[in-house]
């Protein structure tokens, strides 16, 4: 009897253990695909804004998401605003992911001109981080003089640490499909927790 009642035990108590763990793991599939995602940053393309190493959450919902293993994108709440920090799949590598400043969408015309960032004619004055960044004209798409029109479903982004940032000037546009989600705050290291704001 007092055999019985521990083998019963014993598995439920592996039966809701594995629920447990099942539930977990679908938890945690569900919000990294469809909720927020921690990325590191590898490079010094954003600073002084993002550091390397710095560790990230992005938030993916805002601009929809993407489901995996298939082209199909959930809606989002909404496009992307100028100025705000955006991962997403690099377009040379899809493979990689990459995390720049937002600056224009498709139909609109981007020309960088001595130092300032304008679009469709007009130097981008806020947020106001595009002003306290100079930004050179290098690469293919950010010749001084040659206003470039981002496709449809497109976007045009910058680092920004413009001298050493490798991003819509060379290798062009983003498709819109591309898009990952919205840098949100720094949560590592812990001198550096913050909101990640377009200021």
């Known amino acids: 009897m007092a055999k019985g009642t521990t083998g019963q035990r014993k598995k439920t108590w592996l039966r809701e253990m594995a629920e447990i763990i099942i539930t977990a793991f679908i938890l945690a599939f569900f919000i990294k695909v469809f909720v927020f995602e921690l990325y590191k940053i590898p490079t010094g393309?954003?600073?002084?804004?993002?550091?390397?190493?710095?560790?990230?959450?992005v938030v993916k919902y805002v601009y929809g998401t993407r489901l995996?293993?298939?082209n199909i994108r959930l809606p989002g709440l909404?496009?992307?605003?100028?100025?705000?920090i955006v991962v997403f799949k690099s377009?040379?590598?899809?493979?990689?992911s990459f995390i720049k400043r937002f600056v224009a969408t498709g139909g609109e015309t981007v020309e960088i001109k001595d130092g300032k960032i304008l679009v469709n004619g007009?130097?981008?004055?806020?947020?106001?981080?595009?002003?306290?960044?100079?930004?050179?004209n290098r690469g293919q798409f950010g010749e001084e003089g040659k206003p470039i029109t981002v496709p449809k479903d497109c976007y045009f982004v910058l680092g920004d640490n413009s001298a050493f940032s490798k991003d819509s000037r060379y290798w062009g546009f983003v498709p819109k499909n591309y898009l990952i989600g919205k840098a949100v705050i720094i949560?590592?290291?812990?001198?550096?927790?913050?909101l990640i704001t377009d200021k």
């Open 78 to 84: 909404r496009e992307p605003k100028r100025g705000e």
């Open 68 to 70: 995996p293993g298939i």
């Open 91 to 96: 377009p040379e590598d899809p493979g990689k």
């Open 122 to 136: 007009k130097a981008v004055e806020d947020p106001p981080a595009f002003r306290q960044v100079y930004y050179y």
């Open 187 to 194: 949560v590592l290291p812990l001198n550096r927790m913050q």
């Open 45 to 57: 393309s954003m600073i002084p804004t993002l550091l390397v190493g710095d560790r990230i959450i």
